[in-house]
């Protein structure tokens, strides 16, 4: 795969490694995943239309393993939170899917979502990327004020 838009629809990505968790990637993803396409709980998101480059960036400066991205749809990224037990995603149109309505994925992405309103919704200029050398190849870290401040707001907050 070459980029995001070479997934197919159904498709559900890790964007960090899932430490910890039992089964393969690709098992997760596959559960993951039909939680959300069978019975999802759906609603709309209540804030302003999703500005997917700052949104996604935004989500990856959170650095935290069990961010998502799936395609479900053609040409529509959506991009949450998985566990071994739970998953929801925000798509690009705002509605959000999730396993159940008191799913802790959804805590966690209605957190995600209010710290990244919180910081006003950055740009991605206002981000400084990085390589950084690991023992499995490079990292890209995002740094910045808007960064630093999303993180000082801390999850659940």
Same mark, same amino acid.
């Given at each position: 795969?070459?980029?995001?838009?070479?997934?197919?629809?159904?498709?559900? !990505?890790?964007?960090?490694?899932?430490?910890?968790?039992?089964?393969?990637?690709?098992?997760?993803?596959?559960?993951?995943?039909?939680?959300?396409?069978?019975?999802?709980?759906?609603?709309?998101?209540?804030?302003?239309? %999703?500005?997917?480059?700052?949104?996604?960036?935004?989500?990856?400066?959170?650095?935290?393993?069990?961010?998502?991205?799936?395609? !479900?749809?053609?040409?529509?990224?959506? %991009?949450?939170?998985?566990?071994?037990?739970?998953?929801?995603? %925000?798509?690009?149109?705002?509605? %959000? !899917?999730?396993?159940?309505?008191?799913?802790? @994925?959804?805590?966690?992405?209605? @957190?995600?979502?209010?710290?990244?309103?919180? #910081?006003?919704?950055?740009?991605?200029?206002?981000?400084?990327?990085? !390589?950084?050398?690991?023992?499995?190849?490079?990292?890209?870290?995002? @740094?910045?004020?808007? #960064?630093? #401040?999303?993180?000082?707001?801390?999850?659940?907050?």
């Amino acid at each position: 795969m070459s980029g995001l838009g070479d997934a197919h629809p159904g498709t559900l !990505l890790d964007l960090h490694h899932l430490a910890g968790e039992h089964g393969s990637p690709a098992h997760r993803g596959r559960t993951a995943l039909e939680r959300l396409l069978k019975n999802a709980h759906t609603e709309p998101y209540a804030g302003a239309e %999703i500005d997917l480059s700052s949104w996604r960036t935004f989500a990856a400066t959170l650095g935290d393993h069990r961010l998502t991205m799936a395609g !479900l749809s053609p040409d529509l990224w959506a %991009i949450g939170h998985t566990t071994t037990t739970t998953a929801v995603v %925000i798509q690009q149109d705002g509605t %959000i !899917l999730a396993d159940a309505p008191d799913s802790p @994925s959804l805590t966690a992405l209605r @957190s995600w979502l209010k710290q990244w309103e919180a #910081a006003g919704r950055p740009a991605l200029a206002t981000y400084t990327p990085a !390589l950084v050398p690991t023992s499995d190849g490079w990292d890209l870290r995002l @740094s910045g004020s808007l #960064a630093a #401040a999303a993180h000082a707001y801390g999850p659940g907050s």
